[in-house]
Structure formats: structure tokens, C-alpha cells
């Protein structure tokens, strides 16, 4: 039996066979004697060495791990592991009845092997075996010996291994705590190997809030600092090194370990304690004021529990000889800290002393606070303020009348004078505010009020709202109205003027372009608070009555205060939900009763508006019944002072409704849902008075109370199908607003918006494949054949199938409108109506230019509320992506068609010697409409920033193929070259020549066209534009690797080649005649297209000026600026000129660069020679104007 196992024991397959058959193994175990024990260990033994020697063993050096070359290794480790298990358990089952279990030396031998593999390995289910192996040898009956020692310490470390790795679980923490008894079993302060491991794992511990934050982990901590010196001080150093990174609730559980450590260490151990504790008084006094906070945190245990005699011996005995000294340090960052500390540990007196000794020290520290208070730095006395309410919070039965007096006074003298600082009052105000809670010093309230509600009125917003704060604390301690005996005039004032900038702040907070990577936002949190608590403070008594007192109330501080009485709807939180709607429901009553009287029914007539639409748009079967006014009457109204005045007053009035509805938490928006609010809704805020309300002044109004009303379309059927048709009709540009306001947000509410984003997304994924099919893939429409410009498509049109549209697919009747297509082009579309068509043609919807156009417009609408885009993700996705990388090919591609040969401007625009020759083949764009192209750049532009930011999109194609075509695009549009290029410069009006002559006038559909192709070529590069300033903000481009000259240079040729075309198309549609009127009004157009492309180009180098374009290489990149002045002409205001400027020379780092750059532009420029001398001069004089700061200040001096 012996030899069984013997005889193939080194190899893996024989092992694998010994241990799957365990039942004969303990059997064949039973019978073996010790030196067929000792043969048995020295193989294994032999056998190891030889599976782990170094060249078995792989390391490596980046991940920092040590693991088996082979597998066969690496399975005959960890069977030699079983087998030893095994044998164990033998063990137990046999040697029960003798008193101490001895093995031999051969084991022991074996045994330390396994420790040394298994500590070097990184393996995890080595060590898992292997401490299994611990545990059931730690549970035999062992003798006492340096061998059961190392076991036990090596089942110590790996306990505390398990515990700290990934996977530990609190039952592990658990464990560890039971077996903390083993500590007695290392060696501690001798650098051994597995010592060195447990004081590694035991500060490896301390990174891990499972195990700190766990009680046991606490205590084992505790225990195992409370054993030795070398482990305190190891543990000591890693814990105050983790003090200064960690939040203050991870420094709680620190403070709570070593305050158990403290109380159970006794003493050469108690004395080490006390020592790392005064380390950490010293810490807290003497580091930066942030990290002092921190270690006051960790000693807060023992403040806090300082009634405890021992914990009030050790704070006097630590902080006696430190304190009085650091109070009256000259450092003030010193002083705060002591008086920080001095709060929680008032008065430091000895516990030991006598009565008399003990109120002598207790003088010393009153005249300390009073000593404090004379403090000339603003951070210190509002540590003094905080100090003194906290005493007087905390001792008031202790402390005399006098000393209570004295030191009242000096808060409100000293602390809350006038002159103080902001942070000094607030620190007083917020101790009252904890003060006011103790019923003890109510009466102290009672006498002081008058001496400190002037506050309500500071100018600084944090003095005031903490004020408001404690005013209303009072109220409720005291069951009193102080309100009564403050004067609110002026409060009334500050809080119509932080309402107003609230509002303003808000605005500054949404329009913040997502595009810009850095942007700070608008921090109104403060604001928000101090309108709440004021609006909270004025209404105290204001509810105390009947609803229709209330209501009354609520009109006549309307019609004094109307943005008050819309603060307080607002943000007022001192009133129930029901009882809200009951006044709400009062207050729509009132309104709607007063907007129907003869003298206000002008705010309900249809036509007044804001968005400017004429009535349009009604449900089917509604007949208002009032006379329709255009809006330029309705704004003729608004001048009237009396009927402004109403239109304030009932517009405030339907504000304060919407208000009063919106829910302000959880629980509220909870209870909005239930039946009795619904009926109750249902019958107050009936759908008659909305529908009224349309097209008219107050329609904004009412649909802001419909945002709150919380009843779905099936209340509102009339209101629903006009949102239908108003979301089909935004392609007449005069309903947006109404959508965005309103609208979206109803259709978001009732969970209808879904449906209609799936509609136009398939939509615009249909046109997005039509546009890719008929430029990138079908070469045909690659280029137009025989110079025509627009192609038709008689055959393949964009479609969509309708059971993708929902009820969209029939609301294609609106009536068509030109309006929102400001380029005529040949349409692409065509009447199929007359045609023969299959079932699977009525099953397809084809979308016409008013389609495509209204869904750009509302997508756009919903990628600028950042709550709509999680519906888009989650049902979209796969059309975001595809849009995105259609219109990026697309882009590409057309840029690339304009690059293949050099542009030329039929000469016939320049010179009136020429003729057209017509041979010119336009690049085919299919888009031309300027809405049409400004909407698709919109929506490439905002999916692009959500693709490449959002964390959930799996975006399937390649970032760098998308990004590099971008970039390929901007050297495209650089490397543009112009035939004539130097004539197209020095012509046209704004250059101050003009050469078109009567030949020009008489091409008919040429000069159309070719006015269509330039005007479209330029809304690309416009809109391009933010497409660069987006992948160079998100740092996607090398934007040192380019060259923006040339690019300016070409955006303003495209605009030349246009003011030439367009001055054709006028001279054509005059016909020859000379209406000098006519002309002036084509004029001062193209002046304006001018202007726009200026603003634009000016922003743009603004742009890449603050992205750090200009660190390297200035003098050689600041030629950027050359073209930009070639194209700036005399019609651009100096003002403007001056601005921008200014603003350059704001960026720009090196600004001496720059202002040699300007006085010598006109000796540098070699683009002056395509100038006029009265060009060159005219920028040169504003130039010249422009000097760095140091020169003006001497101009001023002098």
C-alpha cells in the first residue's frame, strides 16, 4: 500500500489519482509508519523545489505578479496542497486521545515550502487552498513550537488577505475579529517576512472603508494598534497620511478607532497612544486651516466625550500646555485653529483642583473669549463668533448673569456691528440659530430681537437669508410672530431684485453651449434659499384665514408688488399641497372671470400672440368667436399704459397659478396623482378657458398652467390636437417658441413625445439615406452633367413606412407654405397622386420639403433640453449613430468635390467682356435651403457631442476615421484654389469697383443659379465653422498642425464669388430699368450677408485665439489676421473693428508679438497691394488706435 503511493508521487496524473481517491488514501495513510512518513514529505519536498524553481516561475515586471510557467505546475502545487489536506484530516480522525499532535521534521520542511510558494505567487486560488489548509491544521491539537506559531501567524495573514482583497465579505471581517488572539503570535518589531506582511495588510486596511467602517474591523484595528510599539507607529504614520485625503465621514471611523485603541491600551501602550494623540493636537493646530479640520475631526471623540473623567484628565493634560499659547499667537491662521479647538474643549480646566483654583481657571477663559474678540482678523472672530454661541449654547445655567451678559453683548457690539465683515455675521446669526432651539434662552430673544432684525435688510445675501432663517426659527420656538415688528418695505425691494436675478442668472446657467468644453456655471442655490425663506417669512400669517380671504390677500399684494406675489407662489414652501390648489383654483377663477370683462377682452383677442402667427392652427370645430388683430396692433395695445398694467397684472395672476400647481417634492408630486386631485383639477381648470387662450396674449400663460395641471390629453383632447398640428407646422418659423415653451414640454408630460421624436427621426433617417444615396454612393448624382445645377429625382425619393410614423402619418395635411425657404430651387419632389400605385406604395409616406424642414426644427428643438436625451439614446440610438456617420461622409465627400478642380466664377460676373460659356459642372448638394442646412449641422453637431461624451452609446463605427475626415474637410476647404482669384478680391460694391455690365443683367437661369450655388457653398462653410470649434474645444484635433489662413481666406472668397453673382441677379430682376430704390434695398441685403460672415469669421478666430493657437509660433500664425483685414471694409464699423481687436489682444501671451504686429501691418502685409489706399488707411488708422495698457496709461497721464 505504501509503495502504491510512493511510487509515482512526483508525477501530476498519480497525485491527481491518490487524491480523487481519498476514502483509500486515508485508509493506505492509516497503515503508514513514521519513516514512510518521512519518505513521503522529503519527495513532495524534493519534487517542489523542482516545480518552483526560478525558471519555472514567470514574472512580471508591469503588473508586478509572480505565476507558474506551466500549467502541469502549477495543478501538482495545488495538489500537493489537497494531498497534505488530506493527510490532516488523518490526523483528526486518528490522534484524538493524545494530548499534543508532533510531526516530523520532513514535514515541517514541506510545510514551510508551501508558505514560501504560495506568499511569492499571484494566485488567488493558491492561497485560497492553501488557507484551508491553515484552518485545518490550526484546529488540530498542535504542541507548542516555533513550527504552530508560524502556522498560526500565516493563517493570522491570510484571514486578513481574504478580508482586504475584492472579494471579502463582513462574514470574513467577522472571522478575522475571533481569531484576533493570534497577534500574540508575532514577532513584533523583527523584520521577518510574514511580520512585514501583516503590518503591510493591516495599513492596507486602513484604505478600505468595508473594513474600517465595519464595527469588527474597528476592533480588530484597535486590538492589533494596541499590541506593540513598531505596529502603533506603523499604523499611525499610514493614518495620518490617509487623514489628509479622505472625506470627513470615512475620518469619523478613524476617530472612533483610536479612541477605542486609547481606552483599551494600558501602560507603556496608553503612554505611546497619548503621545500620537498630542501629535495630532500639534497637527490641528499648526497644519493649513483645511487639514487642520481634518485632524480636528479625528480628536472631535474626545471633545465630544469629554464629561468622561479619564478623557477630561487627557484633554487638560494634552491641551493646557498649547493652548493659551496658540490663542495669542501671531500667526492668524494659528489663532483660528486654537479657537476652533478652544470651542469644544471650554473651559480646559484640572478636573483635580480645588473650588477656588477651579473659578480662577474658569476666569482665565472667559477673559480669553473676551481677550479673542478684540481680534483684528476677520477668520478668526468668526471662529470667536461661533466659539461664544456655543458656549453660551452649552453652559448657559453654569455661566453667571454677568459673564452672560458680557458676552452677549460682545456678539452684538463687536461681532454683528455694521462695519464687520459678512462671514463674522453670518457665523453669529447661525449660533442664535442653534441657541434659538434651547428653551433656556428664549427670554434672551425676547430682549435682543430689536437690536438685531435690521440684519433682514444687509446688503449681503448671506446675512440677510440667515437672518430670515433665525426670524423664523424664533417664530416657532417662541410661538410668536415677530414678523409683526419688522418693517418689510425694503425687503420687499431686495427680494423683487434677486428675483429678477435669479431669473437672469438661470437664463446665463441654459444658455451655456454645450460645444465650449469649459464653461462656469451660474451657482444660484444661495439666491433660491433666501427667496424661499423670504417668501416663507412675509406669508407667515398670510394663510391663517378662509380661501377667499387668502385669494383676496393674494390680489391686492398682486396689484402693489406683482413680482413679490410671483416670488412667493414660487418658492413660498409654508403651505399644503390641497390647500394650494384650492387657492390656485380661486385665483383661475378670478382671472378668467376679470379677462372677460369688456374693458380687458382686448388680452383675449386672437392675433396678439407673441410668436406672431394669425390665428392658425385652431382644433377642428372651434370657433373662438372674437375678431382677429395683427400683431403690430396687439403691440399698438401694449402701448397703452392702462391696458400694459392689466396685461401685467393677469399675466402675474396666471403665473402665481402655475406656480401654486408645480409640485415642489416627491411626497407632492406622489399625491398629485391620486383621484381626489384629479377630479378636483378636472373640474377647476376646464380645457374652454385654454382653448380661448390661443393666439392670444395670454396664451403663454395658460399653457404654463397646463405644464402643472396633472391631467392627461384625454381631459384636454381640444389643447391636444392643436399641439398636434402646431409640432406639424414649425416649418413657418412662427410657432417655435410656442413648441419649445410649451408644447414639448406638455407632450413630455402626457408621454406622447416619444411617438412624435420616432416619427421625425425617421423621418430625418430617411432623408439623411436619400442625401447619402445621391451624393456619396450613386456617382451619377456626383457631379451635374451639362452644367446643370439641380437635378430631378423622378424615381427614388425619400420615404418613410407609415407604420413607423404613428399618427403622423396622417397629419400631412397642413396646408404647404413657402415660408421658411428663403432660396427658390427646382423642386426634387413630384405629385404621385395621378399615378397608378401598389399596395406597397400606400404604404409608404414621402416626405416633401415642409416635412423635412419641420422634423430639423423639432429635433433641434429637443437635443437643446438635456432631459429629452435620454429618450433619444434609449430608442434611437442606432439613427444617431447612422446620422452621424452619413452626414460626416457626406461632408467629406462634397469638399472633396469642390477641391478636384480650381473654382472659377464665370468671368461674364467680373468683366462685362465676356461671355458665359456655360460649361461649368456644379457639385450636386441636394440641400440648398439655408433653414434645411442649418438644421442638419445643428443635429450632426449636438449627436456628435452626445456620441462622443455619452457613456452609454456603444457608437459602432471608428472615432478616429469620423474625426480625421473632419479634419480632412478643414484641408479640403483650405486648399480651395480660385481661378481669377485676384480679380474676384479688387471686385465687387464693398471693394469700391464695379465691373458687371449689361451683359450680365440678360443671363436669365445662369445668374439664378449660380446665386443659389455660392449662397450654399457659404452656408456650409458658416456652419462648418462650429463643427471646428467643437472637435478643437473637445481637444480631437492637433490644432498646432493647422493653418487657418487660408481657410478665412477661402470663407471670404465664397462670399466675393456670391456679392459678384448677386449683383447679376439684381441687375436681372431690375430688367434694365433704374429703380434706385430697388437697388438700395439689394444693397443694404448683401451688406448685411457681409456683416454676418465678418461677425462670424471674427468669432471664430476668437475661438481658436483661446484655444492656445497662438503659444507657439506666434509671429508666423498671427498671418491669420492678414485675410481677415483684406476682407474687412469700410461699411464695418470702427466700434466694431476696435472690439474685436481688443479682444485679440486680450488672448494672446505674448502681446508685445502682437502689438509689434499691429504697428507694422501695413509694412508686412503683402496683401496690401489687393487693396485701396483708402482701404489700407482705413484699417491702419483703427490699428494705430489700438496700444498695449501701459501706453495708455501714460496717454491718460498725461
Known amino acids: 500500500m505504501y509503495k502504491e503511493i510512493v511510487s509515482g508521487l512526483t508525477e501530476l496524473a498519480h497525485l491527481k489519482q491518490l487524491c480523487k481517491k481519498k476514502p483509500d488514501l486515508l485508509t493506505t495513510l492509516n497503515s503508514c509508519k513514521a519513516k514512510e512518513y518521512e519518505e513521503i514529505w522529503l519527495i513532495l519536498h524534493k519534487a517542489l523545489e523542482e516545480?518552483?524553481?526560478?525558471?519555472?516561475?514567470?514574472?512580471?515586471?508591469?503588473?508586478?505578479?509572480?505565476?507558474?510557467?506551466?500549467?502541469?505546475?502549477?495543478?501538482y502545487f495545488l495538489m500537493c496542497i489537497n494531498f497534505i489536506c488530506i493527510y490532516l484530516q488523518h490526523l483528526a480522525n486518528s490522534d484524538k486521545r493524545k494530548k499534543y499532535i508532533k510531526m516530523d521534521d520532513n514535514f515541517y520542511a514541506l510545510f514551510y515550502k508551501l508558505i514560501e510558494v504560495q506568499f511569492m505567487l499571484s494566485d488567488r486560488e493558491v492561497r485560497m487552498s492553501f488557507g484551508k489548509c491553515l484552518l485545518q491544521i490550526c484546529e488540530l491539537n498542535l504542541e507548542e513550537s516555533e513550527f504552530s506559531a508560524n502556522v498560526?501567524?500565516?493563517?493570522?495573514?491570510?484571514?486578513?488577505?481574504?478580508?482586504?482583497?475584492?472579494?471579502?465579505?463582513?462574514?470574513?471581517?467577522s472571522r478575522l475579529k475571533k481569531n484576533k488572539d493570534l497577534c500574540k503570535y508575532i514577532k513584533w518589531g523583527i523584520p521577518e517576512k510574514s511580520t512585514n506582511s501583516f503590518y503591510l495588510l493591516c495599513s492596507y486596511s486602513l484604505n478600505l472603508p468595508k473594513f474600517y467602517a465595519h464595527p469588527d474591523g474597528k476592533f480588530f484595528l484597535a486590538h492589533v494598534w494596541s499590541q506593540h510599539e513598531s505596529i502603533a507607529s506603523h499604523l499611525f504614520n499610514k493614518f495620518l497620511h490617509n487623514t489628509v485625503l479622505l472625506s470627513h465621514e470615512s475620518i469619523s471611523h478613524y476617530s472612533q478607532i483610536i479612541h477605542s485603541t486609547w481606552k483599551n491600551c494600558e501602560g507603556v501602550m496608553k503612554e505611546t497612544l497619548e503621545v500620537q494623540i498630542e501629535h495630532l493636537v500639534n497637527l490641528a493646530l499648526k497644519c493649513p486651516i483645511k487639514v487642520a479640520a481634518r485632524f480636528r475631526n479625528v480628536l472631535s471623540i474626545f471633545h465630544n466625550n469629554k464629561g468622561d473623567k479619564s478623557i477630561n484628565n487627557l484633554i487638560f493634560k494634552i491641551y493646557?500646555?498649547?493652548?493659551w499659547r496658540s490663542l495669542m499667537s501671531p500667526n492668524w491662521k494659528l489663532r483660528f485653529n486654537a479657537t476652533c479647538i478652544f470651542?469644544?474643549?471650554?473651559?480646559?480646566?484640572?478636573?483635580?483642583?480645588?473650588?477656588?483654583?477651579?473659578?480662577?481657571s474658569m476666569e482665565k477663559a472667559y477673559q480669553a473669549l473676551l481677550d479673542l474678540a478684540e481680534d483684528v482678523n476677520a477668520c478668526v472672530l468668526q471662529a470667536v463668533a461661533k466659539c461664544i454661541c456655543h458656549v453660551l449654547n452649552e453652559l448657559w445655567e453654569i455661566i453667571s448673569e454677568q459673564k452672560r451678559s458680557a458676552l452677549v453683548e460682545v456678539l452684538l457690539t463687536k461681532l454683528l456691528k455694521e462695519k464687520q465683515q459678512d462671514n463674522v455675521k453670518v457665523e453669529v446669526l447661525l449660533g442664535f440659530h442653534e441657541m434659538a432651539k434651547n428653551k433656556k434662552i428664549h427670554k434672551l430673544f425676547a430682549k435682543i430681537f430689536y437690536r438685531i432684525k435690521h440684519l433682514i435688510n444687509d446688503k449681503s445675501l448671506r446675512v440677510r437669508k440667515n437672518c430670515i432663517a433665525l426670524v423664523l426659527e424664533l417664530n416657532k420656538q417662541l410661538n410668536e410672530n415677530l414678523s409683526n415688528q419688522i418693517d418689510f418695505t425694503e425687503l420687499i425691494k431686495r427680494v423683487t431684485k434677486d428675483l429678477f436675478t435669479y431669473n437672469v442668472q438661470s437664463c446665463i446657467k441654459k444658455l451655456s453651449y454645450a460645444k465650449y468644453e469649459h464653461h462656469e456655471k451660474v451657482k444660484n442655490k444661495e439666491i433660491c434659499e433666501f427667496l424661499k425663506l423670504s417668501s416663507n417669512l412675509i406669508t407667515y400669517s398670510m394663510w391663517n384665514c378662509s380661501i377667499k380671504e387668502q385669494a383676496k390677500k393674494c390680489v391686492n399684494l398682486l396689484n402693489d408688488y406683482p413680482a413679490l406675489m410671483i416670488c412667493i407662489s414660487k418658492f413660498s414652501t409654508n403651505m399644503?399641497?390641497?390647500?394650494?390648489?384650492?387657492l390656485a383654483s380661486v385665483l383661475f377663477e378670478i382671472t378668467n372671470v376679470k379677462l372677460r370683462e369688456e374693458g380687458n377682452s382686448v388680452l383675449l383677442r386672437v392675433g396678439g400672440a407673441t410668436n406672431g402667427a394669425s390665428g392658425e392652427g385652431y382644433p377642428d370645430g372651434i370657433n373662438t368667436g372674437k375678431p382677429q388683430f395683427s400683431s403690430n396692433t396687439m403691440s399698438n395695445f401694449l402701448e397703452d399704459p392702462i391696458i400694459n398694467g392689466k396685461y401685467v397684472k393677469y399675466a402675474s395672476l396666471l403665473l402665481c397659478v402655475a406656480y401654486l400647481l408645480k409640485p415642489k417634492n416627491e411626497q407632492e408630486i406622489e399625491l398629485c396623482g391620486s383621484e381626489n386631485i384629479e377630479y378636483f383639477l378636472r373640474n377647476k381648470f376646464k380645457e374652454e378657458y385654454f382653448l380661448v387662450s390661443i393666439d392670444t396674449l395670454m396664451q403663454q400663460f395658460y399653457f404654463k398652467i397646463l405644464k402643472y395641471v396633472n391631467l392627461n390629453e384625454d381631459t384636454y383632447l381640444g389643447i391636444y390636437k392643436?399641439?398636434?398640428?402646431?409640432?406639424?407646422?414649425l416649418h413657418r418659423a412662427k410657432n417655435e417658441r410656442v413648441c419649445r415653451k410649451f408644447i414639448v414640454p406638455l407632450f413630455y408630460k402626457w408621454s406622447l413625445l416619444d411617438s412624435v421624436v420616432s416619427a421625425h427621426m425617421n423621418i430625418l433617417n430617411a432623408c439623411i439615406e436619400f442625401v447619402f444615396l445621391h451624393t456619396c454612393v450613386d456617382s451619377e448624382w456626383a457631379s451635374a452633367k451639362g452644367g446643370s445645377l439641380f437635378l430631378h429625382a423622378h424615381s427614388t425619393l425619400p420615404f418613410v413606412e407609415k407604420d413607423k410614423l404613428n399618427y403622423f402619418a396622417d397629419g400631412g395635411d397642413v396646408p404647404d407654405s413657402d415660408v421658411g425657404s428663403d432660396i427658390k430651387v427646382p423642386s426634387l419632389r413630384y405629385d404621385k397622386k395621378d399615378m397608378c400605385v401598389d399596395e406597397k406604395e400606400k404604404e409608404k409616406f414621402y416626405i416633401n420639403e415642409e416635412k423635412e424642414i419641420n422634423a430639423l426644427i423639432l429635433l433641434s428643438l429637443i437635443v437643446k433640453k438635456k432631459k429629452y436625451h435620454h429618450m433619444l439614446f434609449k430608442s434611437f440610438e442606432s439613427i444617431i449613430h447612422n446620422f452621424v456617420f452619413k452626414f460626416n461622409s457626406y461632408l467629406l465627400f462634397i469638399f472633396d468635390k469642390l477641391t478636384q478642380s480650381d473654382f472659377e466664377l464665370s468671368r461674364h460676373f467680373i468683366s462685362p467682356h465676356y461671355d458665359d460659356k456655360g460649361e461649368f459642372n456644379f457639385v450636386q448638394f441636394l440641400l440648398y435651403d439655408s433653414t434645411k442646412i442649418k438644421g442638419y449641422f445643428h443635429l450632426y453637431i449636438s449627436f456628435f457631442f452626445f456620441c462622443y461624451t455619452s457613456k452609454r452609446s456603444n457608437f459602432p463605427h471608428d472615432w478616429h476615421t469620423l474625426i480625421d475626415n473632419t479634419l480632412?474637410?478643414?484641408?479640403?476647404?483650405?486648399?480651395?484654389?480660385?481661378?481669377n482669384e485676384i480679380e474676384i478680391v479688387t471686385s465687387g460694391s464693398l471693394a469700391g469697383v464695379t465691373t458687371l455690365g449689361e451683359r450680365a443683367a440678360h443671363v436669365n437661369d445662369r445668374v439664378a443659379q449660380w446665386a443659389t450655388y455660392t449662397r450654399t457653398i457659404l452656408h456650409f462653410l458658416m456652419h462648418f465653422l462650429d463643427m471646428v470649434e467643437f472637435t478643437v474645444a473637445m481637444k480631437m484635433t492637433p490644432i498646432e498642425d493647422l493653418d487657418f489662413s487660408d481657410l478665412v481666406k477661402n470663407v471670404f472668397m465664397f462670399y466675393k464669388c456670391y456679392e459678384l453673382v448677386q449683383g447679376g441677379l439684381n441687375g436681372h430682376e431690375k430688367g434694365g430699368t433704374e429703380d434706385h430704390t430697388d437697388e438700395r434695398e439689394g444693397g443694404r441685403a448683401l451688406c448685411q450677408i457681409y456683416l454676418g460672415v465678418w461677425s462670424r469669421v471674427s468669432e471664430f478666430l476668437l475661438f481658436i485665439l483661446n484655444c492656445d493657437y497662438f503659444e507657439k509660433k506666434t509671429e508666423i500664425k498671427l498671418s491669420v489676421l492678414y485675410p481677415f483685414f483684406l476682407f474687412t471694409y469700410e461699411v464695418v464699423h470702427k466700434e466694431d473693428i476696435e472690439r474685436v481687436m481688443n479682444k485679440y489682444a486680450a488672448l494672446i501671451k505674448e502681446r508685445e508679438t502682437f502689438f509689434n504686429f499691429i504697428k507694422n501691418y501695413k509694412k508686412n502685409n503683402s496683401m496690401v497691394s489687393y487693396m485701396r489706399e483708402s482701404h489700407v488707411n482705413y484699417i491702419q488708422g483703427i490699428l494705430d488706435n489700438i496700444s498695449m495698457p501701459k501706453e495708455k496709461a501714460k496717454k491718460g497721464s498725461s
Open 51 to 75: 516545480r518552483t524553481s526560478p525558471d519555472k516561475l514567470l514574472y512580471d515586471g508591469e503588473n508586478s505578479t509572480l505565476l507558474f510557467r506551466e500549467e502541469d505546475d502549477r495543478q
Open 152 to 173: 498560526k501567524v500565516n493563517l493570522l495573514i491570510f484571514l486578513l488577505w481574504k478580508t482586504c482583497s475584492s472579494e471579502g465579505k463582513g462574514v470574513d471581517i
Open 320 to 323: 493646557e500646555p498649547v493652548i
Open 343 to 360: 470651542q469644544m474643549i471650554f473651559p480646559v480646566v484640572d478636573p483635580c483642583i480645588k473650588n477656588v483654583n477651579y473659578l480662577a
Open 576 to 582: 399644503e399641497l390641497v390647500q394650494r390648489y384650492k
Open 722 to 729: 392643436y399641439c398636434q398640428k402646431e409640432l406639424l407646422c
Open 968 to 979: 480632412r474637410s478643414i484641408h479640403l476647404i483650405s486648399s480651395v484654389k480660385f481661378k
